[in-house]
């Protein structure tokens, strides 16, 4: 990680929070603020009461970078740590990273032996992905710690309800053969996002059941989870003893049902600013962009954004992504390049290496661009490309 420079000799009057000289080289650069996250997760916390907390870091920490969110995530009280691929959990303990690790999109053939050896709990949702945690157990010497999953209404992972009083009591023999220990029991939302959707109540009530079933067989597991950020905040009989929050750890919102950023107090964790690569007037009546889906319509300043579809720009974002640039929000102007984006500054004044504001802290927000883009926040930050330089900030100014 290179460290945070604030102090670059001839750089514009903008803000030099994060232009490292990576960064500044690059052009554009993704701060993370680390305190927000915490702030975040202590705002969760409050409105969640008593359950425990699973920080979700799946797919780069939402594009945010794996190992400092994960740390800050635990600093921020977090006890678990959530991980779609056994490989990022491998990667987390192999940071030295501690808490709890949960993972749970497991193909035949997981590493499961490694993700023993680095104490990770690991989900299971049928017969056979229990016969080969039971076999790494016995190849390693160690006890897995297992969550069973339970498919109360996704259609995605987890056993129906059908199998799973089978899976739960071949998880039980496992227990008594002492190469297994359930840890947990669990179950995941199809429409949380929406509070007030019939399928909520029903998916609470397929889960209640599936607690039953596994308790009368014989299981006591340590936590029971259902809710993701949305359940968390929005539907409270789905918080059992555990949480798992994504989205609202990043500070963005799980839904418009369930409230905005702001209404629930949340910061945004991802900014992404980019510096102007040209800046020059072009005369009215102008195309801009590929296929000219933007004519200028009076004598105009047109800037050029080094960020594109390349970084995770959609395309879907042509004559409606926001950015703040010289003092105002406006649109995109024409098609998003591979590479770059251009925006319409009319007679506003603006100089290359002057910074924009894509999206978080003082701009328009992720939230924001998944409107304009017919998306959701999570695919904006998610996407972000490897060519945008990640900075953590440990301080913010
Ligand atoms: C991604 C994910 C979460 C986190 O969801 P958010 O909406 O981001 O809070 C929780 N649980 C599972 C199973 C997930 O895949």
């Known amino acids: 990680m290179s460290p945070v420079d604030r102090t670059l000799p001839g750089v514009p009057a903008t803000s030099q929070v994060g232009w490292t000289t990576d960064a500044v080289a690059r052009g554009a650069v993704a701060t993370i603020d680390l305190d927000a996250l915490r702030g975040n997760l202590a705002r969760v916390r409050e409105l969640t009461g008593d359950a425990a907390v699973m920080a979700v870091v799946k797919a780069d920490a939402y594009g945010h970078g794996l190992v400092p969110c994960a740390r800050a995530a635990l600093e921020g009280g977090a006890s678990w740590l959530g991980a779609a691929l056994p490989d990022e959990a491998v990667a987390l303990r192999d940071a030295g990273v501690g808490g709890r690790v949960l993972t749970w999109l497991t193909t035949p053939g997981a590493p499961w032996v490694a993700l023993l050896e680095r104490d990770v709990d690991v989900s299971v949702s049928a017969q056979w992905a229990l016969e080969a945690v039971r076999a790494a157990a016995l190849a390693t010497g160690r006890r897995a710690r297992v969550h069973l999953k339970a498919d109360t209404g996704l259609s995605r992972n987890g056993a129906t309800p059908d199998d799973w009083p089978a899976l739960v009591g071949a998880a039980r023999a496992a227990e008594l053969d002492d190469l297994v220990e359930v840890t947990g029991l669990w179950s995941h939302f199809a429409c949380a996002d929406e509070p007030t959707h019939p399928s909520v109540g029903r998916q609470v009530g ?140 009319g007679d506003d004044a603006a100089a290359p290496g002057d910074e924009v504001v894509l999206f978080g802290e003082g701009g328009p927000s992720a939230d924001d661009w998944a409107a304009a883009c017919g998306t959701i926040g999570y695919e904006i930050v998610t996407r972000i490309g490897p060519r945008v330089p990640r900075v953590p900030l440990e301080v913010t100014t």
């Open 206 to 345: 397929v889960f209640d059941e599936a607690l039953a079933v596994a308790e009368s067989a014989g299981l006591r597991p340590e936590v029971r989870h259902l809710a993701n950020s949305a359940g968390a905040l929005g539907v409270p009989r789905s918080r059992h003893d555990l949480v798992r929050v994504g989205i609202a750890m990043y500070g963005l919102s799980p839904g418009a049902a369930v409230g905005s950023a702001r209404d629930l107090g949340l910061r945004p964790v991802m900014t992404l600013r980019a510096r102007l690569a040209s800046v020059k007037r072009i005369p009215s009546g102008s195309g801009i962009s590929y296929g000219h889906t933007y004519t200028t319509t009076r004598d105009t300043t047109v800037a050029l954004v080094p960020l594109g579809y390349a970084d995770g720009i959609p395309r879907a974002a042509a004559n409606v992504g926001p950015v703040l640039a010289a003092g105002s929000v406006r649109p995109i102007a024409g098609r998003v390049c591979m590479d770059q984006v251009v925006l319409d500054l």
